[in-house]
């Protein structure tokens, strides 16, 4: 399953089974994440939500909106310069 943004670009079922001490192997499906969210239904089916986290030290810029608005800003700039 690759994500392109936020859209799934192809679903896929697969079965994995729990080893002697329960943990499961996602293999490519955890290709770029660096954790996950587990919801548990009360019919025992278990949803992970992906997460992808960022380092400490680039924490600042997500925390201050008019600067990361300006990061976006020109990385749409440099992405449409770069396709010229």
Same mark, same amino acid.
């Given at each position: 399953?690759?994500?392109?943004?936020?859209?799934?670009?192809?679903?896929?079922?697969?079965? %994995?089974?729990?080893?002697?001490?329960?943990? %499961?192997?996602?293999?490519?499906?955890?290709?770029?994440?660096?954790?996950?969210?587990?919801?548990?239904?009360?019919?025992?089916?278990?949803?992970?939500?992906?997460?992808?986290?960022?380092?400490?030290?680039?924490?600042?810029?997500?925390?201050?909106?008019?600067?990361?608005?300006?990061?976006?800003?020109?990385?749409?700039?440099?992405?449409?310069?770069?396709?010229?």
């Amino acid at each position: 399953m690759k994500l392109t943004g936020e859209k799934m670009t192809k679903i896929e079922n697969s079965i %994995v089974r729990p080893d002697a001490k329960g943990r %499961v192997n996602l293999g490519d499906f955890a290709q770029g994440v660096s954790s996950y969210r587990i919801r548990c239904a009360e019919n025992g089916e278990l949803t992970l939500i992906p997460y992808a986290e960022i380092p400490f030290v680039d924490k600042w810029i997500f925390e201050n909106g008019e600067l990361l608005e300006k990061v976006k800003q020109q990385l749409k700039i440099e992405a449409t310069n770069a396709s010229l």
